[in-house]
């Protein structure tokens, strides 16, 4: 027997809610034995937490912990935000890091984590997700959620990745990877092409100017569900983060009209993943436009594009088309884009929310974007 098993845990498995304002106390973990480093956090990651701009109650929920013998078994990290239906605000509740060692999942710790925030879902509201693995999924479609899909294409730019994954013999991966190259630049370059209309003016932002909150309404003016965005989310956005090295680029970039007012804007992020995929593509540099909007279709496709190009420009080895509207990357089936599945939105309404309606099983009911709940931080 290992020193790890002969010194588990016993007794009963406590579910404990963490508020927010408890989450401000630099030591609060400290007092809880943790050998699988569940709360060992990375810096910033605790920062980000409790500075959501959309929770302004230090009672507010962020955080749930499986306890057995004082000992972390696992946890799931809460964030407040809202959506709008029909000009009224909705509260929603966003899971995000739902933990549970292999060595503590017969303690059925992560469904006692899990049932717990479900029975925290704001009645009228609901819990969501964004970004869930293969694996977890099913248990999310099992437990009652819904799934709102965002198709997903993959722009590949270098094939270094994908060579060095299916080519067992290293002398040829050179030879094979300029060959495929010169393909792939090829369809970088046509997909890079051409530049905004003459009547944008583009420009990088810092930290997201105020008058972009007129895109944010106008974006919210559907008859559906809108995941709600703001200057101060975006800038949380563009701040804050989880601590994984090294930090992920990330731009903001505005388009506005000649009268100087917004006309568009896309947050684009680009980050060095050590796996990717099922597939387990090593070191392979995505990016991709995480969240968008213009003042028309047409504005709107052309601030996308412009995302792209800066993404392909920015050295990646990939891009990641994933977006609710089809419309914004059917264009890049052409240049060898090809179809990789969906990012997933999930959903659960609370007991007495609209929601709960089976109109809001489709996805043409919502509006939603790869930016939300915490999918553009890891």
């Known amino acids: 027997m290992s020193k790890g098993e002969a010194s588990a845990p016993s007794g009963p498995v ?3 809610v963490v508020r927010k304002g408890e989450l401000r106390a630099p ?3 400290a007092g809880f034995d943790d050998p699988e480093r569940v709360v060992a956090f990375r810096p910033g990651h605790l920062d980000t937490l409790v500075g959501n701009p959309h929770s302004d109650n230090d009672d507010d929920p962020a955080q749930i912990l499986a306890i057995q013998s004082n000992t ?6 809460l964030y407040k935000s809202r959506a709008t239906l029909a000009g009224e605000r909705l ?3 966003w899971g995000s890091c739902w933990t549970v060692p292999e060595r503590f999942r017969s303690t059925m710790a992560g469904l006692k984590v899990f049932m717990k925030w479900m029975s925290l879902i704001p009645p009228t509201g609901a819990a969501a997700v964004v970004g869930v693995s293969q694996v977890a999924l099913p248990i999310y479609l099992k437990l009652g959620w819904t799934a709102v899909p965002m198709p997903r294409r993959i722009l590949l730019r270098r094939s270094r990745a994908v060579v060095d ?4 013999f290293a002398p040829a991966r050179p030879i094979a990877r300029v060959a495929l190259d010169v393909g792939l630049g090829a369809s970088a370059w046509l997909a890079s092409r051409g530049r905004p209309a003459s009547d944008l003016t583009i420009s990088v932002e810092s930290t997201p100017p105020d008058d972009l909150a007129e895109l944010f309404t106008h974006r919210a003016a559907f008859d559906g569900v809108v995941t709600e965005q703001s200057p101060e989310r975006m800038r949380w956005l563009l701040e804050g983060g989880f601590g994984v090295e090294p930090r992920a680029e990330r731009s903001l970039i505005v388009a506005r009209s000649r009268d100087g007012r917004p006309a ?3 947050l684009t992020r680009v980050r060095l993943f050590e796996t990717a995929t099922h597939r387990q593509f090593k070191n392979v540099r995505i990016g991709g436009v995480l969240a968008s909007w213009g003042v028309d279709p047409e504005t709107h496709a052309e601030i996308y594009k412009e995302g792209v190009r800066r993404v392909l420009a920015a050295g990646t080895d990939a891009v990641d088309l994933s977006s609710h509207d089809a419309s914004l990357t059917d264009r890049y089936r052409a240049l060898g884009a090809v179809g990789a599945g969906e990012l997933a939105f999930l959903f659960k309404p609370g007991r007495e929310s609209p929601l709960a309606d089976e109109r809001f099983k489709a996805a043409s009911s919502w509006r939603v974007s790869p930016s939300d709940g915490d999918n553009f931080f890891p």
């Open 72 to 77: 972390v078994l696992g946890r799931i990290d």
């Open 264 to 266: 568009a804007y896309a």
């Open 27 to 29: 030591d609060f973990h």
């Open 91 to 93: 509260n929603i509740l």
């Open 165 to 168: 994954r299916y080519i067992g």
């Open 14 to 16: 406590e579910i404990r």
